[in-house]
């Protein structure tokens, strides 16, 4: 009797001893997680605070970015309308060499024109600001559009443009001037990866079901192509692939970010497929219906 009695007791102070542990265990534990909750909370505002600032930093970005591209409107037609009667002539003859400067004058002002209207394009799609006139247009006529203002360009770099838009293809619904701008764009790039000799090809097809509804466009060339590693960015705006021909004019980073932007707000989409040393393969989709 006397034995288990003994027993009972170490038994119960066992017992008393591992109640106490487990209460240790339990208290820094809670005292843990109070810990860390109070560290993530921490984070937490700290990311808030560190996104908030990036927010505003990215809103001032494109406001200046908006300012500095209304200002520059009005300095670039004057530069560009004097330029213009320089050349013709008004002021007097030119020798070979000023008509020269003059011709580089003519062209940088160009760009930056280009430029400002991309920026200003850019911006007010990134607001939801960019109004579309959309129409049902034969696909055919738009790319033809877009080719005739490239055909000297084109030239100048010894590659062929070609237009194998189908004549039965139906009618697509958009704006017009902005596809032919997504055109340019395509078609542009397309040019200035191209080795001289090379081509581009513009073609256009019904989409398979359950797509049936829309027709795919695809600018392709036969470039450089786009290596592996920049494939997931090249819709960014201002990334650029570096062109292995150095004679040509470098862009701005900006075109096919206006492509993916004027795709989406005409409910379609845009995708890439390259190879190197093979070129690349630009689409785009249109719908061939009317929004009611």
């Known amino acids: 009797m006397k034995e288990l009695l003994e027993e009972n007791r ?37 990311l808030a605070q560190a996104n908030s600032q990036l927010q505003e930093l990215d809103r001032m970005k494109d406001a200046f970015l ?20 320089l050349e013709t002539g008004i002021y007097g003859e030119l020798s070979a060499e000023q008509a020269e400067h003059i011709r580089q004058i003519a062209t940088q002002a160009t760009r930056l024109r280009q430029l400002v ?17 959309r129409e049902m247009l034969d696909p055919r006529s738009i790319v033809e559009a877009a080719i005739e203002q490239l055909t000297t360009v084109a030239a100048q770099s010894s590659v062929l443009i070609r237009n194998l838009i189908r004549h039965d293809l139906p009618e697509v619904y958009c704006d017009g001037q902005r596809i032919e701008q997504v055109l340019t764009n395509l078609i542009t790039n397309a040019i200035k990866f191209t080795s001289f000799g090379g081509q581009v090809t513009v073609t256009a097809e019904i989409m398979a079901p359950p797509d049936a509804d829309k027709v795919r466009f695809c600018v392709a060339d036969t470039g ?23 004679t040509r004019t470098k862009g701005t980073g900006l075109g096919l970010a206006i492509v993916k932007h004027i795709a989406e707000l005409h409910g379609g989409d845009v995708s890439v497929e390259s190879q190197l040393g093979k070129g690349s393969r630009f689409y785009f989709t249109l719908p061939t219906w009317k929004e009611t």
């Open 10 to 46: 170490r038994l119960l102070g066992e017992r008393d001893l591992l109640r106490r542990r487990l209460a240790e265990v339990e208290q820094n534990f809670l005292r843990t997680v109070q810990e860390s909750q109070q560290e993530i909370l921490a984070m937490n505002d700290a």
């Open 66 to 85: 908006s300012m500095v591209t209304h200002e520059l409107r009005t300095p670039l037609t004057v530069i560009s309308g004097v330029t213009e009667m």
């Open 117 to 133: 209207n991309d920026l200003l394009d850019l911006s007010k799609m990134e607001a939801g600001m960019m109004k579309l006139r």
């Open 224 to 246: 450089q192509g786009i290596p592996p590693e920049a494939m997931t960015r090249i819709f960014d705006k201002f990334f650029q692939v570096q062109s292995s021909t150095e």
